[in-house]
């Protein structure tokens, strides 16, 4: 069963930089793409980046493009988001998603996922 936990939430500073992480489990991890998205209160869930299972490419939206950058970790089945110059529009819980059938791409597209992590809430203050 594929299983996935996002950490790392917590609070930081409009301007400054913190990861989320999402640990991998129960399946091939080369195998999946990964997705990371957000969902702000009375939002709709919305896509931030993905990579693909072999870690050569990467897609960002255009909110993030140049302040986030993700990374995967095949040995320690582990996903980083490293995210810099945070806006407090960027509070949200996180989320990470695999999906296997992606091909040597990924996305972006919630509707493309079927395994989900719970979610980190990360805060930025102004």
């Known amino acids: 069963e594929v299983q996935l936990q996002a950490f790392g939430g917590g609070l930081v500073q409009a301007g400054g930089s913190l990861s989320v992480s999402c640990a991998a489990s129960g399946f091939t991890f080369d195998d999946y793409a990964i997705g990371w998205f957000r969902q702000a209160p009375g939002k709709e869930r919305e896509g931030v980046s993905c990579?693909?299972?072999?870690?050569?490419?990467?897609y960002y939206e255009d909110f993030v493009k140049g302040r986030f950058t993700i990374s995967r970790d095949g040995a320690k089945k582990v996903v980083h988001l490293q995210m810099n110059n945070l806006k407090p529009e960027d509070t949200a819980v996180y989320y990470c998603?695999?999906?296997?059938?992606?091909?040597?791409?990924?996305?972006?597209?919630?509707?493309?996922?079927?395994?989900w992590g719970q979610g980190t809430q990360f805060t930025v203050s102004s």
């Open positions: 998603a695999a999906e296997e059938f992606l091909g040597i791409t990924c996305s972006t597209a919630a509707r493309r996922y079927d395994s």
């Open positions: 990579i693909s299972r072999d870690g050569d490419r990467s």
